[in-house]
Every structure is written in C-alpha cells, then in structure tokens.
C-alpha cells in the first residue's frame, strides 16, 4: 500500500496580497490562493488574512506536513519572530509568526524568513540559480529585496540581517534620495523599479520637461495612497523604456539605474564570489532592453585577464512564484533536517 502523499503550505507575505499554496517534495506547486493582505492596517488585519488563506489550503482533505512564509522585514529564522518591521505593516516587530503559522494549521512545524532570501532559495531550488553553488538572488520592485544561498543554505548572518544590499549606500554625497530607511543614497534608491518612478515624480516637480507629465493623472484615492499629491501622471518603468530614445529624464533614470546596478554587481561580485548573480522584478521582461545596457556599465570596470568573470547573470525564471517555491524548499529542508 503506497503511503499518502504530503504537502507542505507554502505562503508568500506581500504588501499587497498574499499568495499560498500547496506543494510536494518535488516542489510541483498548483494554483495559488491570492488573498489581499492588508499588510498596511496592520498586524491583526494581516492576522486574518493569514488564517483565511490557510483555512482555503487546509480544507482540501491532503496531509499536510509543514507550513512556512516569507514576511518582509528582519526575520528571526530560528526563534520564529519577526525581530523589525518598518512603518510600512505596523505593529509587525515582535509578532511570533512561527507559532501563529502552527496552530493555525493544526500544530504542524513551521518555518519563516525574509521574503527576499525565499525568493532567493526558491530561484535556487527550481529557478535560474540551479546547482549555483553562490547565487545571489536581487528582486527589483517597489524596494530591492536580496538573498545569499551558499551551498543550498540561505546566509542570514548572526542578527539575521545579512545581504541587505538594497541598503548599501552607493552615493554618499552629492544626492538627496532619501529611503524609507532613513538613510540618504542606497542602492535601492536608484535601482528599484519603485523608486526609479519617485524619482521621476520629484524631478518633474521640481520642473525637469517630461513626456512623463502627459500620462494619465490618478484617481484622487490613488493619489492619496501613493503620494498624498495633486494631480500625479500615472506611468512605470515601462513607459520610461519606452521613451528612453526620446526623453532626457527616462534615459537619465535608466541610466542611472544600470549605473548603480552595474556598481553595485561589481562590488557583491567582490564579496561573495558568487556563480549566479539572478535578476528579478516585471522589469527583466524587457531583459533584451536592459541587459546589454547593464553590460555596458560593467564593461567600465577593468578585469584582468588573469581573473576574468565567472559569474553568470541570469533573469529570474520563476517570476511571481519564486517565494512560493522558497517557502516550500526551506520547510520541507526544515522536515529532512529534523527525520534524519
Ligand atoms: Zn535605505
């Protein structure tokens, strides 16, 4: 008599929505459940949720053996907690999310890390940095979210704050980007998709010509959401890319972006040695636009010819899904860790 196939649950915390599934120890993944998450009221609203889209995941009748979630912030992977969470979900610093996770679906283990290093181990696991033995995994969307997988183990560091490389600062002088960090000139000010559009907004407000400013303007609720501005152009990178030939500041932005991204590649190439640098986010669905672009700004840096290049850069092959995959790997390597 064949055994009863296990599932573990799989979720992905995003500002937006959550996203779960169920999936086996070959990592096959079904359809996700997409739930929004109301991350932005808070955590009792994210709470319930969380114990929705688990409810919808546990109701099918299969055996399901672990549960795990990428949440934003710093995780704490081996106490469970969320150790900080900035302004963006509040009351989130200090939430047991491990536990929660558990007796929402019965008692069974579970398992949490930063959404961006299960993007990374999910990359790893089934995406473009297979049988990398460093990959390092950047995500560019509203922030820019990074893991280290070394040897299939994601690297967190002591304080589980490790590969922050969104918040290196890449132009200490000489610039007013602020970040949501605090900080003044982190890379996530120039490379993210997000802040590339803040950008624009507040170099078209301070009277830089675009065609930027003829889009569409947003709702007043959009406005409201995003900027708290008047009368906003609704437009992303895509239309930037899309005027790059013929618009001083989209061409300025995308430059800078792959200036700043070229730097900081540069720089991590120099830290970690990695074979697989994967490139993440909407933007690289344009990776014929933006790849050689990026190539031409690390062509700027000299390399010797006795130690040539050897990472390969690669665009994320999983997309949407990549944190669903990453959550499923670190619980079912949890579940191999604690039976052997
Ligand atoms: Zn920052």
């Known amino acids: 008599m064949s055994e009863e196939k296990e599932y573990v649950i799989a979720i992905d915390i995003g500002g937006t929505n959550l996203k779960a599934d169920l999936v086996d120890r070959e990592g096959n993944i079904s359809d996700f459940s997409y739930t929004p998450s109301h991350a932005s009221e808070g955590r009792e609203a994210l709470l319930q949720a969380l114990k929705k889209i688990i409810s919808v995941q546990m109701s099918g009748g299969k055996k399901i053996v672990g549960i795990a979630a990428g949440s934003p912030g710093t995780v704490n992977n081996s106490t469970g907690v969320i150790d900080y969470m900035q302004a963006h979900i509040p009351n989130w610093t200090g939430m047991k999310l491990g536990e929660f996770l558990s007796e929402q ?33 950047l995500a560019l969307g509203t922030g820019l979210g990074s893991g280290l997988v070394v040897e299939g183990k994601v690297f967190h560091g ?13 132009s200490p002088d000489g610039t007013n980007v602020a970040c949501s960090c605090g900080n003044f000139g982190c890379a996530e000010s120039f490379i993210s998709p997000g802040k590339m559009i803040s950008r624009a907004h507040l170099s078209m407000q301070v009277g830089v010509p675009s065609v930027l400013g003829g889009y569409p303007k947003l709702t007043i609720a959009q406005i409201q959401e995003r900027y708290k501005n008047n009368d906003v152009p609704d437009f992303n990178v895509k239309d930037m890319v899309d005027h790059y030939e013929d618009d ?24 970690y040695d990695p074979d697989v640098i994967s490139l993440g986010g909407g933007m690289f669905k344009s990776a014929d636009f933006f790849l050689p672009k990026l190539q031409a700004q690390l062509d700027r840096y000299y390399v010797s010819p006795d130690l040539p290049v050897k990472y390969k850069i690669k665009v994320s092959e999983l997309g949407d899904a990549a944190g669903i995959y990453g959550a499923a790997k670190m619980i079912w390597d949890y579940l191999d860790s604690k039976r052997s």
Request: aromatic share 10%; hydrophobic share 45%.
């Open 158 to 170: 002591p304080f589980f704050n490790a590969v922050e490389v969104g918040h290196t600062i890449v």
């Open 248 to 271: 001083f500041l989209c061409k300025r932005l995308i430059d800078d972006c792959m200036k700043y991204l070229a730097l900081l590649i540069y720089n991590l190439s120099k830290c």
């Open 105 to 137: 679906a019965g008692g069974i283990p579970s398992q949490i890390d930063n959404d961006a290093n299960v993007i990374a181990l999910g990359e790893y696991w089934k995406g473009a940095g297979q049988g990398a033995k460093c990959l390092l995994a």
